[in-house]
């Protein structure tokens, strides 16, 4: 069974094209395998706490000497991991908000990118003394854009700070495998916005199609 950790990240409820998105994203995966489990995660609207110099010093902390107090104060992180750790995929649709990610994502990633849960720390290493934890994970990215070309070798790429940084971080949330589908010219509202909404829309199943291919594949060996 697939276990999907569908992430949104909008401030909108209504009117968001990612939503429409991880909506679609989620019907289709259900049509074709009625199986899968799905682990909602909704921080556009139910925002995770910000990290503070208390929750530092208790992540930093040896687990076994940890005060009550301490805790609570990362029992929120327990559990976004807890969902990470479950999931086999990990389905973030999330638009672009000032050239980067959300704020409520933001939060999410720094509760969830974290020292002996997600990636340790040896300075034995030498200059990478990081390295995740986890692993076999795919990460899928349903994104809007309001302007165009943030892609690869595209006249914005430079100011694409979104899927740039999921991509940095997803390697501490076990992530080994990246698919994106992104939806353009919002703020435009043109005939080039309908042609990019379309061609999204259009390039769902396919995707859907091949990874519950993949995951079956695993299953059976």
Do not use: C
């Not at 104060?73 to 990610?101: F, H, K, R, V």
């Amino acid at each position: 069974m697939t276990t999907i950790l569908r992430l949104d990240a909008s401030a909108r409820k209504s009117r968001s094209l990612t939503r429409t998105l991880s909506t679609s994203f989620i019907d289709q995966w259900r049509e074709a395998d009625p199986t899968a489990r799905i682990i909602e995660r909704d921080v556009g609207t139910n925002p995770p706490s910000l990290i503070t110099e208390d929750w530092i010093a208790a992540v930093f902390a040896d687990p076994e000497e940890l005060s009550p107090e301490q805790q609570a104060l990362i029992a929120e992180s327990d559990q976004l991991i807890g969902e990470i750790e479950a999931a086999d995929i990990i389905a973030i649709a999330t638009p672009m908000y000032n050239y980067g990610m959300p704020a409520h994502l933001k939060a999410w990633v720094d509760q969830v990118v974290r020292i002996n849960r997600t990636f340790t720390f040896d300075l034995a290493r030498g200059d990478k003394p990081l390295q995740p934890i986890l692993s076999g994970k795919t990460l899928v990215m349903l994104t809007s854009w309001g302007e165009f070309g943030f892609g690869p070798g595209e006249p914005n790429e430079h100011a694409n700070h979104l899927t740039s940084h999921l991509q940095t971080v997803s390697k501490y949330l076990g992530v080994d495998d990246i698919h994106h589908i992104g939806i353009e010219y919002q703020e435009f509202g043109d005939e080039r916005f309908a042609a990019s909404q379309a061609e999204a829309h259009a390039a769902l199943p396919v995707m859907v199609s091949g990874l519950v291919s993949r995951a079956a594949g695993q299953s059976a060996a």
